[in-house]
């Protein structure tokens, strides 16, 4: 089956990612609010099938707010 979702993770520092989003396919951007200033998180997203398989995780990324 093909792309159904996406699922976004984040992690505060490098700790533990927790699933922090589930989108939509039809969604291609998505604003996290929920930060600190200051506080580096890191993120990853994966994709979804509609036979609830999950795809592998993207290239980590790392910002800073």
């Known amino acids: 089956q093909g792309v ?3 699922r976004i993770y984040k992690s505060l520092g ?3 990612y927790q699933l922090l989003k ?4 039809d969604k291609s951007s ?3 609010k929920n930060v600190t200033k200051g506080e580096l998180y ?3 997203v994966t994709c979804t099938s509609g ?6 995780p ?6 800073t707010y």
């Open 58 to 63: 993207s290239r980590r990324v790392s910002i």
């Open 42 to 44: 890191y993120y990853y």
């Open 22 to 25: 589930e989108l939509s396919v």
């Open 14 to 16: 490098g700790g533990e």
């Open 4 to 6: 159904t979702g996406y």
């Open 30 to 32: 998505w604003v996290d």
């Open 51 to 56: 036979d609830g398989k999950e795809g592998l």
